[in-house]
């Protein structure tokens, strides 16, 4: 090898083991061919609980990123050619030497024959532009259901998938304008966690941008199941925790605090969460309402609401229309938009809300006023008066 070509091969892998150092929870493997004449050797870089391991000639060692580095230009001192394929989630970058010089190249997974057939079901909307691209996210999609196990669009899924990336598509305006160099998201209630899994995705593979994802449920199984499907993904970024969100006490700088369909007051405990928390952006599609349905009263309105269904249909307008008047109290900036349509669920409103860092004392003034009127006292109310001392925890970085 050259001097200058040597010079080059060093420069190269120092970026390669920047990578390993940073992006270890989105790293994949790395794979190595060593050529001389008409005999090819092999190696391989895999993730282990603790840095990486490097097997080589039947040899398996512990290494960081610095000595796989160095162990590889040792290799390519020796042979004729060498290759190192360098695989993240969503990125391959290879590097070659040759005879004729150091090459690297950067490139996006390709999509194999039967994601790209998957994509061209006729009855996906032709006219969209899906985040969320079926060719590209199969092994996502195919964790949580959307895709057959062969990798085929389940039709009976096609509303399910057309609505989780809606759901993306309302909320990327508010991760488009961020500029944390790491966002951290937080998945209140997540349940099964299949929009903590889509928002993972969305926000590294999609925006390119380093993420940490927790998820926060009550129920056990679920916080089980969705550690599982990380570990087959392979989403080292994805944390979760079995908590009751009336004592959970998040991470410092969150990011964003998101919310699915949390049933009655655990949309409150969400949104409270990230009111506490100081989240800058909230994504929250509420769930059934029933704490207020039997406190509320409307002053010479009665009449109005003498039959159940229509007592019950006010309590839900009333219900997210306090939540969202709550949030601007707090500062935020709050927009209510349909999710979904109606024809598939009657619970189709996102509340969205950014920081403004700005206390609102008119808000806060007419949020006091309608509390006083109508006689209601929510599970939000509660938790925003409660426990403001010593709110955060340590975080403690834990990862899969």
């Known amino acids: 090898m050259q001097k200058g070509d040597a010079a080059k091969l060093k420069l190269l892998l120092s970026g390669i083991s920047a990578r390993l150092m940073k992006n270890r929870d989105y790293f994949v493997r ?69 005879p004729r010089g150091v090459q690297m190249k950067q490139a996006e997974r390709e999509a194999a024959a039967e994601e790209q057939a998957a994509a061209a079901n006729p009855l996906l909307d032709q006219g969209r532009q899906y985040l969320i691209r079926v060719d590209q996210a199969s092994a996502l999609l195919r964790e949580i259901g959307i895709l057959t196990a062969d990798g085929k669009l389940r039709n009976d899924m096609i509303r399910k998938y057309n609505q989780i990336d809606h759901y993306v598509e309302l909320v990327a305006p508010m991760f488009a304008q961020d500029d944390s160099e790491e966002i951290v998201l937080l998945d209140c209630a997540c349940g099964k966690s299949y929009l903590s899994f889509v928002m993972n995705y969305y ?26 499907m990380a570990g087959r993904l392979g989403y080292h970024n994805m944390t979760f925790q079995c908590a009751d969100l009336r004592t959970y006490q998040p991470p410092m700088q969150v990011t964003a605090v998101i919310s699915l369909h949390a049933c009655d007051i655990a ?78 669920t009657p619970k189709n409103l996102l509340i969205r809300a950014v920081r403004t860092g700005k206390d609102n004392a008119r808000a806060r003034q007419e949020y006091d006023a309608v509390r006083a009127l109508l006689g209601t006292t929510s599970e939000l109310d509660r938790r925003c008066t409660e426990l403001q001392n010593d709110f955060f925890a340590v975080d403690s970085g834990v990862r899969l």
Do not use: W
């Open 30 to 98: 790395a794979d190595c061919t060593f050529r001389s004449g008409k005999k090819t050797f092999d190696a391989q870089l895999t993730r282990a609980d603790e840095g990486y391991m490097l097997r080589f000639q039947g040899v398996t060692r512990p290494v960081d990123g610095e000595a796989f580095c160095v162990f590889f230009a040792e290799q390519a001192e020796k042979f004729d050619e060498t290759e190192l394929r360098y695989t993240e989630r969503s990125t391959v970058v290879m590097l070659t030497v040759t």
């Open 267 to 344: 949309t409150d405990l969400a949104l409270a969460t990230a009111i506490r928390a100081q989240a800058k952006y909230i994504a929250c599609v509420p769930c059934c309402h029933k704490e207020l349905l039997d406190q509320y009263t409307l002053a010479g309105l009665e009449p109005l609401t003498r039959h159940g269904v229509f007592k019950a249909r006010f309590n839900d307008v009333l219900t997210d229309s306090m939540r969202a008047l709550r949030l601007e109290a707090a500062g935020y900036k709050v927009s209510v938009v349909e999710y979904i349509s109606p024809l598939d």
């Open 203 to 228: 926000l590294h593979e999609v925006l390119r941008r380093r993420c940490r994802v927790i998820g926060v449920d009550i129920n056990e199984h679920v916080i089980e199941e969705s550690r599982a």
